[in-house]
């Protein structure tokens, strides 16, 4: 059983940055893919980044390219979600989720909180 924890979330001014954190603290993330999901106010859950244990990264919508950088640090079993410019609609509930190549995703984090303020 994998389990993930999300920290690094909080309220921030439209244009602010964080920088969330997923970390396994009872397992190492040797082969799994981890992602970031979010799910804003009266929305669907959306894929926003992952990152393969090969370091393979993906991005979701455009409206998170050049602003998102996804990073993993294997040593630490942890990896990371860097947002610069917050925008109100990036306020959301962000999730990570962990998969093995070609499975689903059956491990997920208890979410983290981000809100912007415009």
């Known amino acids: 059983q994998v389990q993930l924890v999300e920290s690094g979330g909080g309220l921030v001014q439209a244009g602010g940055s964080l920088r969330l954190s997923c970390a396994a603290p009872t397992y190492t993330f040797g082969g799994y893919t981890i992602s970031w999901f979010r799910r804003a106010p009266g929305k669907e859950r959306e894929f926003v980044a992952g990152?393969?244990?090969?370091?393979?990264?993906?991005f979701g919508p455009d409206s998170v390219k050049g602003r998102f950088t996804i990073s993993r640090d294997n040593s630490k079993s942890t990896v990371y979600l860097q947002i610069t410019s917050l925008k109100p609609e990036d306020t959301a509930v962000y999730y990570c989720?962990?998969?093995?190549?070609?499975?689903?995703?059956?491990?997920w984090g208890q979410g983290t909180q981000v809100t912007v303020s415009s």
């Open positions: 989720a962990a998969k093995v190549p070609g499975g689903s995703y059956n491990y």
């Open positions: 990152i393969a244990w090969s370091g393979i990264i993906t």
